[in-house]
């Protein structure tokens, strides 16, 4: 495929995300009154499985959030990159820990949408003017620039279009500054996402950032996993199809995990390394690109070590017959995350 039709199917992934995100709250799994203004509920249901591995990502990335937000007093900025249709700000402002200003980059093509649902929703409009004072709100197709919420259209393998976007929308790289990268950085290249991280120590002098995704090996080339996740995604459509037809959706979509979880576990085995390697591979990826501490933990770990009395509401929610499927699932993806600090803040002392 050229390149626009590969970037095509990375912007193709933010409504993955949100659909999943959409089901697993309606089912219960946490709450997120937004998420149901952006994408529209999923025709088939998810496994439960599914379902709590969302719940484990979008848990895990809250509590460091969270953390951040507390060591800095909320007297900071959050950077979202490949936000998609992500529904943080609306969250963080109900809950009074709104920092400075909250900005996001997506591509062009999903800013827009993103903006579209913005402006003719007022339950996303009017947090956004509550929260805006002074000049004028700038709110048109290509962007958002608000007091504290900015949402700039820009590719991430182009750094220096993106900084001088965000500087545009007062960003400031001496404010203690979050950046979140969830399932993101797999889309490009090591080099691609080397240079980003190298950007990020460049610029901000106290930092954080906080990645979610897929423990990749580094042995195995990135066009392979690209070209492995397109043909799952081919794979999923097609049992989707048919288990519609056969109204056996659920175990459909099980069916369909499975051949995701061999795929996965092949290219392990194909990679010659076991997840603790990758785990520290990881780590390595931020040390060496300027970062001063870093730590990555398997979404098992993560899981393992949220609050338990929220675990066991929710593993109260759906049944659950192979454990050892979530497990697995759950071990195949990471959070990672990395401090910088001239402030002397403490960041490098945050964790689950
Ligand atoms: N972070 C969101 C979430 O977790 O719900 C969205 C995740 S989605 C899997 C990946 C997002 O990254 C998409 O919205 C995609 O457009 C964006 N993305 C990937 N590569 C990008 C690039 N080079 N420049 C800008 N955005 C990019």
Redesign the pocket.
């Known amino acids: 495929p050229d390149s626009d039709t590969a ?1 095509e199917a ?2 193709g ?2 409504d ?3 659909i999943c ?1 959409r089901f697993a709250v309606s089912s219960g799994y946490w709450k997120d009154p937004y998420i149901q203004y952006f994408v529209r509920q999923a025709k088939e249901r998810k496994a439960p499985e599914i379902n709590r591995g969302y719940y484990a ?1 979008v848990q895990g990335v809250n509590l460091l959030l969270n953390a951040f937000l507390r060591k800095t007093e909320c007297n900071c900025q959050i950077i ?7 529904t943080t700000f609306w969250r963080l402002k109900d809950e009074n820990l709104l920092p400075k200003k909250y900005f996001e ?3 062009p093509a ?1 800013v827009a949408r993103k903006l579209y649902n913005i402006k003719s929703k007022p339950p996303l409009s009017k947090p956004i003017m509550e929260t805006h004072s002074g000049e004028s709100l700038l709110l048109d197709a290509h962007s958002l620039d608000s007091a504290r919420y900015s949402i700039i259209g ?4 182009n750094l220096k279009d993106m900084e001088e976007k965000l500087k545009k929308m007062s960003m400031d790289p001496q404010l203690p500054t979050l950046l ?5 950085l797999v ?2 290249t090591p080099e ?1 996402s080397a240079s980003l991280l190298q950007w990020a120590t460049n610029t901000f002098p106290t930092a954080m950032l906080i990645n ?1 995704e897929q423990v990749t090996m580094e042995s195995l080339s990135h066009e392979t996993l690209l070209l492995e996740n397109n043909l799952l995604e081919w794979i999923n459509q097609l049992l989707i199809t048919w288990g519609f037809f056969c109204n056996q959706v659920n175990m459909m979509d099980r069916f369909g995990q499975i051949m995701v979880e061999n795929l996965q576990r092949r290219q392990c085995n194909l990679a010659g390394v076991d997840t603790c390697q990758s785990l520290q591979s990881q780590t390595e990826r931020f040390l060496s690109t300027g970062w001063e501490s870093a730590d990555a933990w398997n979404m098992m770990n993560v899981y393992s070590n949220l609050p338990q009395e929220d675990v066991m509401r929710i593993e109260k929610l759906e049944f659950l017959d192979e454990k050892e499927l979530l497990e697995q699932l759950l071990l195949h993806y990471c959070i990672s995350w990395a401090t910088k600090d001239s402030l002397g803040l403490g960041l490098a002392g945050i964790t689950f």
């Open positions: 970037d990375v912007r992934t933010c993955d995300a949100s995100k990502r979202n990159l490949g936000a998609g249709l992500d980059v997506d591509f999903i820009a590719d991430l393998r979140v990268s969830e399932c993101v889309y490009m691609q979610y």
